[in-house]
């Protein structure tokens, strides 16, 4: 099984998902389309890892809703526990700032304010999503509950908060510097 399929019956462990949910919600993690996840879905039911329940829909055709089987989750659990790969790393920013010194200060300057805008935008809807989750929490558990489903997001989406707060930070040290006045040579 590939690594796409693994996220897939991560998600659907969490709660039942269709296959337009579980394409939104990859986004998180991994750049994937419906073309990808669909026929990943049919191998997942054909291997008995997860199950679908048809919807009618009036104005629409049927929707399938996805659960995890206890063998889905126990392909998940062996996953969980082998090494992981690094990352694949695509950064058009960091190409961008690898190559500053072709542009000017205004250039430099507004490269780096769009960025801290996207991040502020991106910093918002992730504080919205963390108070979705606090909203959803069962009443009386505890805010770091292993055992619940929402434990994994929440830290994840708390992971993203502090790296976007500290590349938010980076930018505003650049464009400090790019203020500060030329240092006379010795």
Not at 9 to 28: F, H, K, M, N, W
Not at 108 to 124: F, G, Q
Not at 158 to 167: M, R
Request: hydrophobic share 40%.
């Amino acid at each position: 099984m590939n690594k796409l399929s693994y996220g897939l019956l991560s998600l659907i462990a969490v709660e039942p998902c269709t296959g337009y949910d579980l394409t939104q919600r990859i986004q998180l993690f991994w750049n994937a389309n419906h073309s990808q996840i669909y026929p990943l879905l049919a191998q997942l039911e054909e291997k008995g890892l997860v199950r679908f329940t048809l919807v009618p829909q009036t104005d629409k055709p049927d929707k399938k809703v996805y659960t995890i089987t206890p063998q889905g989750k126990d392909a998940v659990r062996q996953w969980i526990t082998e090494p992981t790969d690094n990352p694949v790393v695509r950064d058009e920013f960091a190409l961008k700032i690898f190559s500053l010194f072709l542009v000017d200060k205004p250039a430099v300057r507004n490269l780096l304010e769009e960025k801290m805008r996207l991040l502020d935008e991106r910093l918002a809807r992730l504080h919205k999503r963390l108070q979705q989750l606090a909203e959803r929490r069962e009443p009386g558990t505890e805010l770091y509950d292993l055992a619940s489903p929402m434990f994994g997001a929440q830290i994840l989406i708390e992971k993203s908060i502090a790296t976007k707060h500290a590349e938010r930070e980076w930018c505003l040290s650049i464009l400090r510097k790019l203020e500060e006045p030329e240092q006379a040579a010795l």
